[in-house]
């Protein structure tokens, strides 16, 4: 028997293996867009570099969101002396004790007319009216929790694995050299599990951020090429004359009933 391939399937199949494979590309490009936008610029610099990556997983140990504050954006709310008053406080751990005495008069009389109760919360920016709301700002930033980690993996691994499969069964049909379509049915799978133990590591390494963005490339890679070869087959490559289908048939028949 002729082993069903992409560029003989009828014309209902290939119609509902492309509008899969079609909307499973447009829902990889959007995800490459959110993953953009959600990370770019978390290191405070635009744009996304290697740094968001491990801003994002490892976190940026180096210092405090109010401390990037008061040397950034709200440096002009605060004397030169203030500032260093705060900075010095944060390098001692943050205090609640020296929060009450040095502090909080600073933040009261600098920081108030924006970051009260109310208009914070209307502003979505921190509330530094109180201890607790300070303590937001004053933690070191370690990037994404084990607890979001895992559950973001989970989700990844379900889903991810569900599509890689759903794509690879259409396109197993392609014809293709064994090794090269074997090779494109492993690697997604092994990138993509790279990539998101990679994220762990990250946590614990921040050079592992570099393994995150090659193992994601690579699954995206392998998993638009098995999508494009498929279509190319299914649309523009011509099925094999119809007597060479029937010749090879024949063929097949005597070897099997040998
Ligand atoms: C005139 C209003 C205003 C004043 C006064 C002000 N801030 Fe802000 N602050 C903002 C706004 C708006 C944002 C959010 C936009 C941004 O991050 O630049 C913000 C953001 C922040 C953040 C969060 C940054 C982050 O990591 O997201 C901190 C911390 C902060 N301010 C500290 C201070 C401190 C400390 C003072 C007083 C010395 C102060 N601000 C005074 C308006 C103000």
């Known amino acids: 028997m002729v082993k069903e391939t992409l560029s003989t399937a009828n014309l209902s199949v290939r ?5 899969f494979l ?19 610029g978390l290191d405070g ?14 976190g940026n140990r180096s210092g405090t969101r109010l401390e990037a504050a008061i040397q950034g954006p709200m440096k002009i709310h605060l004397q030169p002396a203030q500032s260093a008053t705060i900075i010095h406080w944060l390098n001692t751990g943050a205090p609640q004790q020296g929060y009450q005495n040095e502090i909080r008069p600073i933040l009261q009389q600098n920081c108030m007319e924006c970051h009260n109760a109310t208009t914070s ?10 201890f607790q709301g300070v303590q937001q700002v004053t933690k070191v ?17 379900f889903g991810i694995g569900l599509m890689l499969f759903a794509v690879g069964i ?19 799978f092994v990138s993509i599990l790279a990539d998101i133990v990679s994220w762990f590591l990250t946590k614990w390494y921040p050079l592992y951020a570099y393994a995150v963005v090659l193992g994601g490339a ?37 070897i099997s009933s040998l």
Do not use: C
């Open 15 to 19: 119609l509902l293996y492309s509008s």
């Open 22 to 40: 079609i909307l499973i590309g447009i829902g990889y490009i959007a995800a490459v867009t959110y993953l953009y936008m959600t990370h770019a």
């Open 45 to 58: 610099k635009s744009g996304i570099d290697m740094q968001d990556i491990v801003t994002s997983y490892y």
């Open 121 to 130: 919360s209307m502003l979505k920016i921190p509330n530094l009216s109180s």
């Open 141 to 157: 930033n370690k990037g994404m929790s084990i607890q979001s980690l895992v559950q973001l993996s989970h989700i990844h691994l």
């Open 170 to 188: 259409i396109f197993i049909k392609a014809e293709l050299s064994p090794w090269l379509m074997n090779t494109l049915i492993v690697l997604p």
């Open 218 to 254: 690579l699954m995206g890679i392998a998993m638009g090429a098995q999508i494009l070869i498929s279509l190319y087959q299914m649309w523009l490559l011509s099925p094999r004359p119809i007597s060479l289908v029937l010749a090879q048939s024949s063929v097949d028949h005597q």
